[in-house]
């Protein structure tokens, strides 16, 4: 390694801070999970961290993100500013303390701050190790200070450049491009992190602007989880509009929660420690469950809702429809495992119960419309559930989903061996023909599935396993359903949707994932759905046999271009479209209208070629997003509906080609 003496009172200086950001220049990965887009903007969010938890100690009111225009984010808050003062343990500046020391930050020593996320946000050092350049400007003590850093290397000294009457810290960086395989910024990510700072934190703004696009966002919420409450049953029919809300302090732990019901069947429940997600739970889902389930059954028997020899509601039955937030804040943070996904502090369980037990009965007593309506709702879902519990145990009993007996329309392959075998779900009788006749039969299996398969938002099990097109998908996998799934049963580890790329193809996709994302979740967890690519287009040449397939408008586009260009016939390049192609020698350019239009070797040979194909892992990390668009798809709604085909890339992700 050499270091260029620019300066000489920094060698020492870059020395050390070379050796202790080091690690996190040799194995990113460990820092930020990866150098892949979800790396690169784990950088902003350990920026955007910092401010919040400067908020959460009640000094930053608002955070701004700038994606600038030569390619450098910035992160600024309106906080204290990151003290400029000589730390007393590493005898340089707090702010270089915090650009060059691992896991420095506010959140070590005596920094005031009563709540963060802990283990959350390993820290601006991070950032500064992985970018070719930071600068960093702090708002304090009526003075500006900047400094610059490049590669995690100080290559300045915090100087006081001029005069303000603010506070606060603002970091630029430019994120290393030869660590990270892409340093393009997605508007759409950061926003969505924004949005969901401002839901968390009462009373923040934040806002970003693309200065390369022009566009520009801020979000505020009065009502904070309140509103992300509102915001989550958007497009959903709610049972009342008005929502339950308690915000409250035991011991030195925050409470906050919001409840308000839907007509839908599902629970959409967010919990949140120290505003991180906490995906797994913990002691405050527990308690607040605990809580729900009793106070609704009390109030219910208490009413006359719920005669005496009935049986009390049960717990899924009061949380059918339940969209709720719950945040909890407190001084020590402990979660279960490595990850932040499971809060264990066991007396957090004690305190979300109290709080609930008291503000959420004062709450049915005081709307007694809301109240009816909410246990009427638990009652139906009771009546409900036991007929359907009835009607697929009777089912079951006959004994539809087991027996070796495979579905007769399924095309099965020869190979046994899970790991080598791939089933195709693909739409319509026409292309399962030429699915079935261009196949591998080896290791590829062929189910096609008639039309709409049947919506399983609204449908409960029981009407689901009266579909014959879902019966033969569950004996095709082999894993059962509900208390029966096994996922060690799954006969194939590939589960390919194959639809054709065209409006309803993208339904029927969206059905069989909701099918999944529903009832097999494991399956997409562990990585077994996928989707297949067919080409948009066949570009037929004069005089050639065998023509180009193409997969996106793209790739289109250069295909001509190339075309055109290597055959030297530029000056016949016209205006119009239809005469490029043809000058380009293309007699023909056809849009793919389905894979039944496709004979069964170039479907093999366009998508479904294991060597060639591209396929599109169903990833679903965030089951809120899917959860959302799913019911909106689902819904009556039918422009929602158009605006969630055209978006429902975003739970789809991992090209595996
Ligand atoms: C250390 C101590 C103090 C504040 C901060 C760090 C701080 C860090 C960041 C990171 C982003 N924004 C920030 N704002 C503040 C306490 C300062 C004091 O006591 O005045």
Known sequence: MSLKKENNEYTANQITVLEGLEPVRKRPGMYIGGTGLEGLHHLVWELIDNSIDEALAGYAKHIEVKLLEDGGVSVKDDGRGIPTEIHPKTKISTVETVLTVLHAGGKFGDSGYKVSGGLHGVGSSVVNALSNKLEIKVYRDGNIYQQFYEKGAPKSDLKIIGKTDQTGTEITFYPDDTIFQSIQFNYESILDRLRHAAYLTKGIKTSIEDYKNKKSYSFYFDGGIKSYVKHLNLGKEVVDEDIFYVDKVVSESQIEIAIQYTDSYNETLKVFANNVLNPDGGTHLTGFRASLTRVINDYARKQG??????????????????????????????????????????????????????????????????????????????????????????????????????????????????????????????????????????????????????????????????????????????VGIQESFDIKALRYHKIIIMTDADVDGSHIATLLMTFFFRYMPEVIQNGHLYIAKPPLFELVRQGKKESIFVYNEEDLEKIINEFIKSRKQNELITTVNEERYKSAGFIEQKRYKGLGEMDGEQLYDTTMNPSKRVLIKVNIEDAEKADAVFNKLMGVEVELRKSFIQTHARFVKDLDI
Do not use: W
């Open 305 to 478: 809702l719920l005669k005496e020899k009935e049986e009390n509601l049960s717990g899924e039955d009061t949380r059918e429809g339940l969209t709720a937030i719950i945040l909890v804040k407190l001084p020590d943070p402990q979660f279960e495992g490595q990850t932040k996904n499971k809060l264990g502090n066991p007396e957090v369980r004690g305190y979300v119960e109290q709080v609930m037990g008291e503000y959420f009965n004062y709450y049915l007593e005081e709307h007694p419309s809301v109240a009816k309506k909410i246990v009427g709702k638990a009652l139906l879902a009771a009546r409900a559930r036991k007929a359907a519990r009835a009607a697929r145990d009777n089912i079951l009993r006959k004994g539809i989903l087991d027996g070796a007996s495979m579905p007769g329309k399924l095309a099965d392959c020869s190979n046994k061996d899970p790991k080598d075998s791939e089933i195709f779900l693909v739409e319509g009788d026409s292309a399962g023909g030429s699915a079935k006749t261009g196949r591998d039969s080896k290791s590829q299996a062929i189910l096609p599935l008639r039309g709409k398969v049947l919506n399983v938002e609204r449908a409960r099990l029981d009407k689901m396993l009266a579909n014959n097109e879902i019966v033969s998908l569950i004996k095709a996998l082999g």
